[in-house]
């Protein structure tokens, strides 16, 4: 008699090992790993083995590979397709993610009907709603147009069936937790289902060139629930960041076969439903006042440059260990520029709390506003107010220098736009026509602006 095979899935992250572990050794997770039976284990198999396209196809000189231009159709949103990295490709495969009320049910049934209205063939797909629940959503959007159609269905195999009555060009899966297959036992949103749901979806949108988007729940630690090979899977990965509290929303690229990734989206949300931010420049700064414990900087989101403002608080502790908090800002690195100005300018800060917030939701993740962080730390420090017609750029190392960073031209272009003039920074850009370039080229010398 053959040996039964046993297989453990962990229900977290879907790690796969033959021996049951209380703690996974991929996520971390404690008592996550469950036993999957012969059935569940031949669709780890397929899904793991498969890829979309033949698997077949002999290997060839990559010289002799045939080039095949990508075609894209507008959404007719402008912040989606540049997070796309312009427009939706026929037969790709979205995953949108994002906390609860954030906006992804109403973006997508917005583009929907934008669609629609084009002539296409749309299909929505919703398993968390009823059909006039998404119809009154839709008499508040706009969106009430021929050819987009709802169909209210959490089974696998009555979403196929439906694709055969028609001839769709676009789909919208809300959400992939609650899709199920019959043809598995495991429960709705387990990791076996929602591994053979999205394989199949994707199959679908190679063999019949459709564009499917499908949105996923997170988890309290902010990233999409699921198995981790849900993301690998499809070919474009969209968060949205914020909360639903914030009238504006931001939509991140993290993934994209098809273009760049890490551009962003800038959405406002409105009675009428999520729409594209108009002048999203002077959203995240304040011209009109100059306060202590303000500096501008100029960040680069993928392609696009945004003017942020960063401020700070600094203020005496009466505490033994200082509060340091930062909000959209790195606090390791907020701890290493403290420690510099105490070391290089002999600031006390040691017996200070301080305080930095990003305007506008977004979180900081290049060097280049280092140098608005220590501007805006001095200027509260020392009480005294940076002008809103002056920024910086740069990145301060350890010893203590200010470097030089990418994309110098972009930033002063669009600095340029907004009415500023004065640029601080280490090195002077090719470009730097109606702005004053004031040259700094390490940490003592910022003091000469306070």
């Known amino acids: 008699m053959a040996k039964k095979k046993v297989l453990f899935e962990c229900q977290h992250c879907g790690f796969t090992t033959p021996k049951w572990m209380g703690k996974c050794t991929n996520c971390g997770s404690w008592d996550s790993l469950i036993e999957l039976n012969e059935q569940q284990q031949e669709v780890v198999k397929l899904t793991s083995s498969s890829a979309p396209g033949t698997s077949h196809d002999k290997a060839i000189e990559i010289t002799k590979v045939e080039e095949k231009s990508i075609t894209r159709y507008s959404s007719d949103d402008i912040e989606l397709d540049m997070v796309l990295g312009g427009g939706i490709v026929p037969g790709s495969l979205t995953l949108i993610g994002g906390s609860p009320g954030v906006g992804k049910s109403t973006l997508l049934l917005k583009i929907g009907a934008n669609l629609a209205k084009k002539n296409m063939h749309v299909l929505y797909v919703t398993g968390e709603e009823s059909q006039s629940q998404i119809k009154l959503r839709a008499n508040r959007l706009d969106a009430n147009v021929n050819n987009l159609y709802l169909q209210s269905e959490i089974r696998l195999e009555k979403v196929l069936a439906e694709l055969t009555e028609r001839d769709y060009q676009f789909i919208i899966i ?29 199959r679908i949108a190679k063999e019949r060139n459709i564009a499917i988007f499908i949105i996923g729940h997170i988890t309290k630690e902010g990233s999409i629930a699921g198995p981790r090979v849900l993301e690998h899977m499809v ?55 100059s306060q202590p414990g303000s500096a501008l900087t100029v960040v680069m989101e993928g392609s696009r ?16 260990n200082p509060k340091r908090q930062a909000t959209g800002y790195e606090n390791n690195r907020l701890n290493m520029l403290l420690a510099l100005l105490e070391r290089k300018l002999e600031i006390p800060l040691n017996s200070y709390d301080v305080f930095i917030n990003i305007t506008g939701g977004i979180k900081i993740e290049e060097t ?23 920024i910086f750029i740069g990145e301060v190392s350890l010893v203590g220098d200010i470097r030089e960073v990418f994309q110098v031209d972009s930033r002063l272009k669009e600095a340029r736009l907004q009415g500023i003039t004065k640029v601080l920074l280490s090195k002077k850009p090719l470009d730097s026509q109606k702005m004053k370039c004031y040259l700094v080229d390490e940490v003592s010398k910022l003091l000469e602006w306070f």
Do not use: C, W
């Not at 809300?174 to 749901?197: K, N, W």
């Not at 440059?305 to 033994?320: F, G, K, M, R, T």
């Not at 501007?375 to 005294?384: D, H």
């Open 174 to 202: 809300d959400s992939i937790q609650t899709l199920y297959s019959e043809a598995i036992s495991s429960a709705p949103g387990s990791v076996t289902q929602v591994r053979q749901i999205t394989f199949d979806l994707m």
């Open 235 to 289: 070919d474009t990965v969209l968060y949205f960041e914020g909360d639903s509290s914030q009238e504006l929303r931001i939509l991140r690229g993290f993934k994209n076969r098809f273009g760049p990734t890490n551009e962003i989206g800038v959405f406002e949300m409105r009675a009428e439903g999520l729409v594209s931010a108009k002048d999203i420049s002077s959203r995240f700064f304040n011209k009109d006042k």
């Open 305 to 320: 440059p945004i003017i942020l403002e960063v401020q700070a608080l600094v203020s005496e502790s009466h505490a033994s």
């Open 368 to 390: 280049a506003a280092d140098l608005a962080i220590l501007a805006a730390i001095i200027s509260s420090f020392r009480e005294r107010a940076i002008s809103k017609e002056t």
